[in-house]
Nanobody
Framework: QVQLVESGGGSVQAGGSLRLSCAAS????????MGWFRQAPGKEREGVAI???????TYADSVKGRFTISKDNAKNTLYLQMNSLKPEDTAMYYC??????????????????WGQGAQVTVSS
C-alpha cells in the first residue's frame, strides 16, 4: 500500500516562495505517475504539476514558469517548488500517485493514492 505524506505548507506574502515535499512509502517499484493537485474552497480539485516515472513534467498554465515539480527517487520524495506566489495560489495542496501504464494523466480521478494535504496561504 502506497502512503504519501506532505509537508512544507504555510503562509507567505505575495511574491514569496514555498517548497512542498511528499514522502512516499510502500512502493513496489518506481514506475508511478506522481503529481500535485490543489483545491481552494468552493472550487474543484485541479492538477498543478505532474511528473512521469521517467521524468517528463507537465504544468497547469496558471503555474508555468513559477512552479517546479521534481523527485528524488533515492529518497522516495516528491517536491513542488513554488515561486512568485500569488493570492490565487491559496489552496490545500495534495500529492498523488498511480501506477503508470501510459502517459501520465492530469485528472485527479485517475490517481488512487493521495496524501492528507498541506495548506498554502498567500496574502496580498
Amino acid at each position: 500500500q502506497v502512503q504519501l505524506v506532505e509537508s512544507g505548507g504555510g503562509s507567505v506574502q505575495a511574491g514569496g516562495s514555498l517548497r512542498l515535499s511528499c514522502a512516499a512509502s510502500g512502493y513496489t517499484n518506481s514506475r508511478y505517475c506522481m503529481g500535485w493537485f490543489r483545491q481552494a474552497p468552493g472550487k474543484e480539485r485541479e492538477g498543478v504539476a505532474i511528473i512521469a516515472s521517467y521524468g517528463t513534467t507537465t504544468y497547469a498554465d496558471s503555474v508555468k514558469g513559477r512552479f517546479t515539480i521534481s523527485k528524488d527517487n533515492a529518497k522516495n520524495t516528491l517536491y513542488l517548488q513554488m515561486n512568485s506566489l500569488k493570492p490565487e495560489d491559496t489552496a490545500m495542496y495534495y500529492c498523488a500517485a498511480y501506477l503508470q501504464w501510459s502517459s501520465c494523466s492530469s485528472h485527479s480521478v485517475d490517481y488512487n493514492y493521495w496524501g492528507q494535504g498541506a495548506q498554502v496561504t498567500v496574502s496580498s
